[in-house]
């Protein structure tokens, strides 16, 4: 178990803080949130690679606040890869390792077992310049996990890969995970990454934590505005606007609106075909409201539709 | 491509460095092959002159391995003193470097007679040194004075070259340092040793070629040794050549030369293998950071080794005539006198205005023509590699391999001892460093703003007039300070080709060009020395590169990557 | 690689431009030079004359202005500039200028050690000797050896300078105060059973004697400031040493009329002899040699060690400033500055003797100050007559008196030792006289020949004996190691 306890870090002009944040063994944990928001550097706090003024960070019960970082029984993986470059893979995965005094033939094993898992080990003569993107990151997270931490941080894995490769990457990183066992925290804005790796969402805020839950929590039960508009697409009115009592604003997400039925009147604005759906925004009244529709629904801009709303799934949001 | 305007633009500091060097080099070939007679003829000797040095000049082979113990040993303990240096920057901010960045901006004849003035064993620190027994003999007899000069020229450069590496190591490799385990001297050794190892390639190279071409301090410190001593390939060429031998002058030049190329060769060769050095990781070796305090120590150090000679030419230069021969000599003056500065200044008054003439035009000459090299050079490849790998030659020859040819050249243009043979001349010294120094600024260069320049309509040459050299400020002002720095302090030349002080009563006519260099090396000969007026003239000649580096000084941290 | 070959294309024409530009523009030179020369022999004197001077000696700018000016007063219509040089790039310099045939400077000052290096490339002055504007039996044959060039069978075939100036070298120069005493007399004489006056000194033994005296007392610091420069005062210092030695030594062989009269030129010559098969023979070998070079490195023991400190040129003119020493051995170009109030300590209080003392002078040396005439000079005639007037009597006396100058023709010394400042001169005036004319010129001049003496030999002979000064090897190594390598490597026209 990673617990953050009271955590507090000032920067000009920024302030992080964590009341409590605890990420139970063996979990996946993603940290999402805007640029600024802090993710960054609530990583590098768990890293070691800042300190934090106050408050304590507790790993299965120990506090490693004030260990170094290769103390910590943490691997982390940078954004970008930050290999050495004058090493050759074996090596670059075996560094940690060898800073453990560990014996010669031991490091041979562990490093080549991590390389058979990470499957680079045809790689292993080679320098970090005469790989691909791909595989340079596979040499880095083995470089984490070789000695086997409690928990791997990964920064950004995936901001430097094409769009391509970043699908079959997310799900290797999470196979990867059930297979090693290990806890990981992945840091990373983009909210569809988030919800698809993560057994825990962390979202994050201008330095605070909005809300720690699953995936699913998150999305359909958001504690505040932030939360809702950051996962997936919203649609966002004041209860009034649809008839309802209270000064409150109403959220809904698009799925929750049905088309061609219903009690409120819409013009289509415009529509995008998505391949599995279609996405149709209405104009109501001034509002806009983001629909989902199946991708054989017939309409032209300018169609006048009936809709409705699936209140019970409905959110209020204070103003 | 390759249209007629990009050759206007690039080559007229390309046609003039091929005139003033290709054909000294060849001159001094076929001129080690004569000797001077007791009649003043020039005799055929064959490899006479070769033979000569290695088989009978007694100083020969000491001569050979002074050059090879100023060429080793001046690198070596720069680079030793530079790495401990830079990690220490990298710890406690670059605010530092500019400081430490002043030796090399100061003349090197300066820096020679500062070092010689305070380790004089009668009348500065090293009567101290001497009396307390820290050393046993004269401090400044040995080699090793020589050495000191050299280090404290070239550890500078070195320190910047290294602290440059340094920085550009990236923030998550020392971060994925730190997390596999390496800290302190362990992580130096493991990440940063390696991963600097071009730049302290680069850095070795460069300090080397001060140690090798020595000359200034050599120039100061002759008479302290005894003759030959001291010597070097480069300042014995030039005293065969100043007692007329011209035929063993170049018999020495040309073995310099060959020397020298080779040098640059291998550096070349080494660059181009980018490989990196992995030295081997004892596991005794801490892997916790070095206390801040040592980082402070050695910057302290650092700081101090490179302020102390400023500091005693200061008190010299202000203190009564009687108390400068003083033994054992005061540290601090009785009073300020000014009477030194007054001396210098009025003595000095002719060489300071030449040296303020030459610096100034050679340094606007050598801007514009290196940009306009460079630029073509760089962004539309000019030249290629060859002319490229020309230049850095260039840099990595002496200045003094010219003088015999040159001279002989230049007194057919009827122009020696005049201010036009050091105009004609200097652009041979700051050409390849400008064009060296603007080619690596503009790699770094958009090219795209020349070519939306182009589709407004601007021809290439009005493009780089009004769009590309304002953008290079930076670049122009860093290759000017350099061009600048190197007239300012240019010996060698002036010592060849000018023989007296610029007629004032004839201002117009430049004619009498010796430089400011010049009158600090006459300050300082055995004959005519005066301790008091020398100081006050080496102040004084530290005072325009100052000014020029204080107002250059953002640009020059940009371009250091300092700021 | 086609551009590279254009470059190279356009590289070889601007050389060749230059180098035609540079032919066309030679060419009008060379003849104004001719025209001018005709004009000589008219009693009143035209035309412009430059003239190089070395910086250092604080009497010789002073004395070239003002005999320039009084030529100038004289003739109103001639024109001198003069073209102040630092003494260590007289040289080059002068070689430059006399290498490109430029018609400036048309005179050169030098002195003794550079003059072999300039021989060949300035004027020969005998026409001017023979015609009576120079005036040959003023000039003690002595002072003019160096700038002679002798054939191979000794006869004269150029003279390309005229001493002017006389600086004797090195004479003993002591404090007064410490000689004057009565006290430290009687008790000197008692001691020692002789005078402590030098001027009645006969050896070098009795230099140390009075040294050794004089420091067991305290009088000052340091009993003697003696030369063990590395870049020439070593050289001279030593000739001094060995040149009273040598007179007596056969193995050496100095001329009976030779070594009447002071050493011309240091004495340099003294290392090289004719054997009777013609061909030359080095006298470093010599036992005399091996003396001298004992009892200098006792002469040198009075003073910081070489190790510390060697003595070169400025040591001895600054040092003695302090007042630290009793003794000095120095230049008679220093006593000026030694009588400079405003930074000297021992103003007025010093005396003046020959070295090793005025019994035995023969250490102390001449070394003339030379001119020479640059043969391209526009008129070499007005430059000679310059000459003349520079070493005429009533020139002499006036710089005598109004700047301590010191002449170098037996008239002109004569009349400079009677200015009462100057009186210290009166030793000196005998020893110039007696070398007034010397019979073994082929000899004296035969240093000339060896090209390489002063850029291969002499560094040598300064380093070899620094070491044994600074006792890192003996004396009998010292001389085999100069004898040898001199033998090996000396080159003779």
């Not at chain 2, 060849?26 to 000797?45: D, I, K, M, P």
Request: proline residues 7%; charged residues 15%.
């Amino acid at each position: 178990m990673l617990i953050l306890r009271g955590v507090r870090k000032s920067f000009k002009g920024f302030t992080l803080r964590v009341e409590e944040l605890a990420v139970p063994d063996k979990t996946y944990a993603v940290v999402l949130g805007p640029s600024g928001s802090g993710k960054t550097t609530l990583l590098r706090i768990i890293a070691g690679l800042e300190k934090p003024d106050e408050g304590s960070i507790l790993l299965n019960g120990v506090d490693v606040t004030r260990l170094p970082v290769w103390e910590r029984d943490v691997g982390i993986v940078f954004q970008n890869y930050a290999l050495y470059p004058h090493l050759t893979v074996f090596d670059n995965i075996a560094m940690p390792l060898k800073n453990k005094r560990m014996p010669k033939d031991e490091i041979r094993r562990r490093v080549e077992h991590i390389a058979e898992v990470l499957n680079i080990k045809d790689q292993l003569h080679k320098y970090p310049h005469q790989l691909s993107g791909g595989q340079q990151q596979r040499v880095a997270i083995a470089r984490a996990l070789v000695k086997e931490p409690k928990v791997l941080l990964l920064d950004e894995p995936l901001s430097n890969l094409d769009a391509r490769l970043r699908l079959d990457v997310r799900g290797f990183l999470k196979e990867l995970q059930r297979n090693v066992g290990a806890t990981v925290v992945h840091v990373t804005h983009d909210q569809e990454e988030a919800m698809a790796l993560g057994d825990l969402m962390i979202v994050m805020n201008n330095g605070r934590v909005e809300q720690v839950g699953t995936p699913e929590e998150l999305y359909r039960r958001p504690k505040s505005l932030f939360v809702f508009n950051f996962l997936g697409l919203g649609n966002l009115l004041p209860a009034r606007a649809l008839g309802l009592g209270g000064d409150e604003l109403v959220g809904f997400r698009p799925e929750d609106v049905a088309l061609g039925v219903g009690d409120y009147v819409a013009t289509v604005a415009r529509q995008e075909y998505l391949g599995s759906y279609k996405l149709v925004e209405l104009e109501y009244n001034g509002f806009r409201i983001k629909a989902r529709a199946p991708p054989a629904a017939d309409f032209k801009e300018g169609d006048v539709v009936k809709f409705s709303v699936d209140l019970e799934k409905a959110l209020r949001f204070a103003k | 491509m390759k249209d007629k305007q990009i050759l206007f633009l690039a080559l007229p500091a390309v046609v003039y460095l091929l005139a003033f060097t290709l054909y000294p080099i060849a001159s001094n070939l076929a001129l080690s092959f004569y000797e001077r007679t007791y009649e003043g003829h020039l005799r055929w000797v064959g490899l006479g002159n070769y033979v000569w040095l290695f088989e009978k000049d007694p100083y020969g082979p000491l001569i050979v391995g002074n050059t090879i113990v100023y060429t080793l040993a001046t690198p070596s303990i720069a680079i030793a003193m530079a790495i401990p240096t830079a990690l220490a920057l990298r710890r406690l901010g670059g605010k530092w470097l500019l400081p430490i960045m002043i030796p090399a901006f100061i003349p090197p004849v300066t820096a020679a007679m500062a070092w010689y003035l305070l380790l004089n064993p009668l009348y500065g620190l090293g009567y101290y040194l001497l009396s307390w027994g820290l050393i046993k003999a004269n401090p400044i007899s040995s080699i090793w004075a020589i050495v000191l000069v050299d280090v404290w020229r070239a550890f500078p450069t070195a320190v910047l070259i290294i602290y440059s590496g340094l920085r550009a190591i990236p923030k998550s490799v020392e971060e994925a340092a730190l997390a596999d385990g390496l800290a302190g001297p362990r992580k130096f050794l493991a990440v940063d040793l390696p991963l600097i190892s071009p730049q302290i390639l680069t850095a070795f190279v460069l300090t080397a070629l001060t140690g090798f071409f020595t000359f200034d301090p050599i120039y100061i410190g002759t008479a302290q040794v005894g003759p030959r001593l001291l010597d070097n390939l480069a300042y014995y060429s030039y005293e065969a050549f100043a007692s007329g031998e011209f035929g063993y002058s170049a018999t020495l030049i040309v073995i310099m030369t060959l020397i020298g190329t080779a040098l640059s060769l291998a550096y070349m060769k080494a660059l181009s293998a980018r490989t990196f050095v992995k030295l081997p990781l004892p596991s005794w070796m801490p892997r916790r950071e070095v206390p801040k305090a040592i980082h402070a120590l050695v910057l302290s150090a650092a700081l101090i080794f490179v302020a102390v000679p400023f500091v005693w030419l200061f008190l010299i230069s202000v203190k009564p005539p009687d108390e400068i021969i003083q033994v054992p000599p005061s540290v601090l003056p009785s009073r300020l006198a000014l009477d030194n500065y007054i001396q210098a200044l009025t003595n000095g008054l002719p060489f300071l205005l030449i040296s303020l003439y030459v610096s100034i035009i050679n340094t606007v000459l050598t801007i514009i023509l290196a940009a306009a090299t460079a630029y073509q050079m760089r962004i539309h490849g000019f030249g290629g590699d060859k002319l490229m790998a020309y230049i850095l030659y260039l840099m990595s020859t002496p200045t003094l391999i010219y003088i015999v040819p040159l001279y002989l050249l230049l007194s057919k243009l009827k122009v020696l001892d005049t201010l036009w043979a050091l105009v004609l001349t200097y652009p041979i010294m700051t050409i390849p460093y400008g064009i060296w120094i603007l080619y690596n600024y503009y790699s770094g260069f958009n090219r795209q703003v020349e070519e939306a320049a182009l589709a407004d309509g601007m021809s290439r040459i009005k493009a780089f007039v009004k769009v590309v050299l304002p953008l290079s400020r930076n670049g122009m002002a860093v290759a000017g300070l350099y061009a600048f720095l190197f007239s300012w302090g240019a010996l060698i030349f002036p010592l060849a080709f000018t023989q007296t002080p610029y007629n004032l009563g004839k201002p117009l006519s430049f004619s009498g060009a010796q430089t400011f260099s010049i009158y600090i090396g006459m300050l300082m000969s055995p004959v005519t020395l005066s301790y008091g007026q020398v100081a006050a003239a080496g102040i004084v000649s530290i005072i325009p590169p100052l000014i020029y580096l204080m107002a250059v000084r953002r640009s020059l941290e940009k371009i250091w990557g300092a700021g | 690689m086609a551009l590279s070959a254009r470059v190279l294309a356009i590289a070889i024409i601007v050389i060749v431009v230059i180098a035609i530009a540079a032919l066309l523009l030679q060419k009008p030179q060379t003849s104004p030079a001719q025209t001018t020369s005709a004009q000589t022999g008219s009693t009143q004197l035209t035309g412009t004359l430059t003239i190089l001077v070395p910086t250092g000696d604080p009497t010789l700018m002073p004395y070239i202005q003002l005999a320039a000016n009084e030529f100038m007063k004289k003739y109103p219509g001639v024109k001198i500039t003069i073209q102040p040089v630092p003494f260590g790039q007289m040289v080059q310099t002068a070689l430059t200028a006399l290498e490109n045939k430029n018609p400036d400077p048309s005179l050169i000052i030098f002195y003794p050690s550079q003059a072999s290096t300039l021989g060949p490339y300035l004027l020969d002055l005998r026409p001017y000797f023979n015609s009576g504007v120079l005036n040959r039996s003023d000039i003690p044959t002595s002072a003019l050896v160096s700038v002679m060039m002798v054939s191979s069978n000794g006869t004269v075939t150029k003279i390309f300078g005229v001493p002017f100036q006389m600086v004797f070298g090195y004479v003993l120069i002591y404090r007064k105060s410490i000689f004057d005493n009565a006290t430290l007399q009687a008790e000197f004489k008692q001691k020692y059973g002789f005078d402590l006056n030098p001027l009645t000194w006969s050896s070098w033994d009795q230099l140390i004697d009075a040294a050794e005296f004089l420091q067991s007392k305290h009088v000052a610091k340091y009993a003697l400031l003696f030369p063990d420069g590395l870049q020439q005062a070593i050289f001279n210092g030593f000739i001094t040493v060995f040149y009273p030695y040598a007179i007596n030594d056969s193995c050496v062989g100095i001329p009976a009329d030779v070594a009447k009269g002071a050493v011309p030129t240091q004495g340099y010559w003294a290392y090289f002899r004719y054997t009777p098969t013609g061909s030359v023979n080095i006298t470093v070998g010599c036992p005399s040699f091996l003396q001298a070079l004992r009892e200098y490195k006792r002469l040198v023991q009075f003073q910081p060690p070489i190790t510390v400190q060697a003595m070169e040129y400025d040591q001895l003119r600054d040092l003695f400033l302090t007042g630290d020493y009793a003794m000095v051995a120095a230049w008679t170009s220093f006593i000026p500055i030694y009588n400079n109030a405003s930074i000297s300590k021992v103003a007025g209080d010093i005396a003046v003797s020959p070295l090793p003392g005025g019994r035995n002078p023969f250490g102390t040396g001449l070394a003339p100050t030379f001119i020479g005439i640059n043969p391209y000079a526009k008129d070499p005639d007005l430059a000679a007559r310059f000459i003349a007037f520079l070493m005429s009597p009533e020139m002499y006396k006036l710089g005598a008196e109004k700047i301590g100058f010191v002449p170098a023709t037996l008239s002109g010394i004569e009349i400079a030792s009677q200015v009462p400042s100057m009186s210290w001169l009166k030793p000196f005036v005998p020893l110039l006289k007696a070398g007034a004319n010397i019979t073994d010129i082929q000899r004296l001049t035969l240093i000339n020949r060896v090209t390489n003496f002063f850029t291969d030999l002499r560094p040598y002979f300064i380093n070899q004996v620094a070491n044994y000064l600074k006792g890192q090897q003996d004396a009998e190594t010292t001389q085999m190691n100069i004898y040898k390598t001199w033998l090996e490597i000396m080159k003779i026209s």
